[in-house]
């Protein structure tokens, strides 16, 4: 790269650090004509394509942006916005694709997104996936119920097994 003093073409590497999360690294560079030094940072890029073919850098303000609006007048806050995107970009990252286009991005916002609010879920996922009638979203509530209920199933049981596993006679009861 372009020496930031003097515009000279080329630099050396005198020095390489990864960050301690791993995520980026450090070099530092000496100009070989004016022979000074400076440092750049090393990320893996992550570009989303647009449906115009336009490509721009993954912004998690963007994701925030978008899922607010389906978040309108829920007990969702900025914090809880924030720990959403920040999910989104590790699950995007982890897919290990560096070019991303909105649906893969529409796709990973709908996990996080059922997690931290139902209605707002329902809210993206009806925009996202075109629902275009009233079907559309018995279907998404259908799914939604069915898991519930098959946690609440599950809970159940592993309640039921730690009962048995108890031995009766050592049980004290509650109001002695
Ligand atoms: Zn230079």
Known sequence: MHCPFCRHADSRVVDSRTSD???SIRRRRQC?????RF????TASL??????GVT???SREKIVTGVRKACQGRPVNEDDLAVLAQKVEESLRAGGSAELDAYEIGLAILGPLRELDEVA????ASVYQAFDSLE???TAINSLRAEREERAASFGEADART?????SGDVVPDQV
């Open 21 to 23: 999360d791993g995520a």
């Open 32 to 36: 070989p004509a004016c022979n000074r």
């Open 39 to 42: 440092t750049t940072i090393e």
């Open 47 to 52: 570009s989303v394509v647009k449906r115009s």
């Open 56 to 58: 721009e850098p993954f």
């Open 121 to 124: 879920y329902l809210r993206f």
């Open 136 to 138: 559309d979203f018995e």
């Open 163 to 167: 009962a048995d596993d108890e031995p």
